[in-house]
C-alpha cells in the first residue's frame, strides 16, 4: 500500500499548505500579533508541541537552519500563547478554505472530514514528535467543519514528515544536505532564504554530497545519489502506509474521491515555486 500512501499525501498535503500561503491564514496570524511570514510559519507548525524552546523545533523541522529557528523560537510566544496560535491557524485555514471550497457540497465536506477524523485516529505517534503533538489536540466543538478537516491534513502531513526525517537520518541526509538535493543550483539564492542556512553551509552540505558521489562535479544527481534517495522515498512511504492499510481500500478509495476536488482547488493557488515541491493532485488509477 506505499503507493497509495503516496497519492492520499498528494491529496492531503495541498490542503494543508493553504496554512502557509494564503493572505486568509496570513492574516489571521497578524490579528493575534504574529507579524512577518515566518513568526506565523514557525509559530504555527511549533504549537501543538506548547510554548518550547527552539532546540525541539531545529530538530524535528529538520531542514531549517538551526539560526533562523533561533530567531522565532521562543520569541514568538511573548507575542501570542501556543493556544492563540493554534486557533489563528485554524481560522486562517478555514477561512481560505471556506473561499476556494464553496462550490464544494457540505455533505461531501462533512463526510471527508469523517474519514480524515477516523484515520487520524488510527495513526501509531510512536516515534513521530510532530504528528503525536497534532494528533493529540482536542476537538474544538466550537471549531467549524472545515477547520476540522484541516486539523486533519495537519496530522497526517506531520505524521508522514515525521517518518520522512527518519528516513533522511538513516540514509544518510542531514538537514542542509536534503534541502541541497531538492534544490536546483539556480534556486539556491531562494532556497537559502526560505531555510535560512549560510552560504558557506550551503557550500559545504554540496561538498560533502560530491564527496559520497551522490552530486557530480556539476551539481547533478548522480545515479548512487538517485538510488540512496529513492531509498528515502520508499521508506517515507512505507511508514505512512499504515494507517490506509487499517482505514481499508473501500474507505480510502472513498475519501480519495472526496478530497481530489478540494485537493485540486487548493493546488491551483499554491505558488509555482515553493519549498514543498508538490505534484498535482491526480485521480486513483484503476
Known amino acids: 500500500m506505499a503507493l497509495h500512501a503516496r497519492h492520499m499525501w498528494r491529496l492531503f498535503e495541498p490542503i494543508h499548505a493553504l496554512t502557509y500561503f494564503t493572505p486568509e491564514a496570513r492574516a489571521a496570524y497578524e490579528e493575534v500579533g504574529l507579524r512577518g511570514y515566518w513568526r506565523g510559519y514557525f509559530a504555527?507548525?511549533?504549537?501543538?508541541?506548547?510554548?518550547?524552546?527552539?532546540?525541539?523545533?531545529?530538530?524535528?523541522?529538520?531542514?531549517?537552519?538551526?539560526?533562523?529557528?533561533?530567531?522565532?523560537?521562543?520569541?514568538?510566544?511573548?507575542?501570542a500563547s501556543p493556544a492563540e496560535t493554534l486557533r489563528a491557524r485554524a481560522v486562517g485555514a478555514a477561512a481560505a478554505m471556506a473561499n476556494l471550497f464553496a462550490a464544494t457540497p457540505t455533505d461531501a465536506v462533512v463526510e471527508a472530514t469523517t474519514l480524515l477524523e477516523k484515520a487520524?485516529?488510527?495513526?501509531?505517534?510512536?516515534?513521530?514528535?510532530?504528528?503525536?503533538?497534532?494528533?493529540?489536540?482536542?476537538?474544538?466543538?466550537?471549531?467549524?467543519?472545515?477547520?476540522?478537516?484541516?486539523?486533519?491534513?495537519?496530522?497526517?502531513?506531520?505524521?508522514?514528515?515525521?517518518?520522512?526525517?527518519?528516513?533522511?537520518?538513516?540514509?544518510?541526509?542531514?538537514?542542509?544536505?536534503?534541502?541541497?538535493?531538492?534544490?536546483?543550483?539556480?534556486?539556491?539564492?531562494?532556497?537559502?532564504?526560505?531555510?535560512?542556512?549560510?552560504?558557506?553551509?550551503?557550500?559545504?552540505?554540496?561538498?560533502?554530497?560530491?564527496?559520497?558521489?551522490?552530486?557530480?562535479?556539476?551539481?547533478?544527481?548522480?545515479?548512487?545519489?538517485?538510488?540512496?534517495?529513492?531509498a528515502v522515498e520508499a521508506a517515507t512511504d512505507r511508514a505512512a502506509a499504515q494507517v490506509w492499510d487499517e482505514l481499508g481500500a473501500d474507505a480510502t478509495e472513498r475519501l480519495a474521491v472526496l478530497l481530489l476536488p478540494m485537493a485540486q482547488a487548493a493546488f491551483a493557488v499554491l505558488p509555482t515555486q515553493n519549498p514543498i515541491r508538490l505534484l498535482p493532485p491526480l485521480a486513483a488509477e484503476r
Do not use: K
Not at 531549517?64 to 514568538?76: G, L
Open 120 to 230: 487520524s485516529e488510527l495513526l501509531e505517534p510512536a516515534g513521530r514528535v510532530l504528528g503525536a503533538a497534532n494528533a493529540a489536540l482536542p476537538i474544538d466543538p466550537d471549531a467549524s467543519m472545515l477547520a476540522r478537516l484541516w486539523q486533519t491534513t495537519a496530522t497526517l502531513r506531520e505524521h508522514r514528515g515525521d517518518g520522512h526525517v527518519a528516513a533522511l537520518l538513516a540514509y544518510g541526509f542531514d538537514g542542509c544536505e536534503a534541502a541541497v538535493w531538492r534544490t536546483e543550483p539556480e534556486r539556491d539564492a531562494e532556497m537559502l532564504s526560505f531555510r535560512g542556512w549560510a552560504p558557506e553551509e550551503w557550500s559545504a552540505a554540496i561538498e560533502r554530497l560530491t564527496a559520497r558521489g551522490w552530486l557530480d562535479a556539476d551539481r547533478a544527481h548522480t545515479e548512487a545519489g538517485d538510488s540512496v534517495y529513492a
Open 44 to 79: 504555527g507548525r511549533a504549537a501543538p508541541l506548547g510554548a518550547i524552546e527552539a532546540a525541539p523545533v531545529i530538530a524535528t523541522f529538520y531542514n531549517f537552519a538551526p539560526a533562523m529557528v533561533q530567531r522565532a523560537i521562543p520569541s514568538v510566544w511573548s507575542l
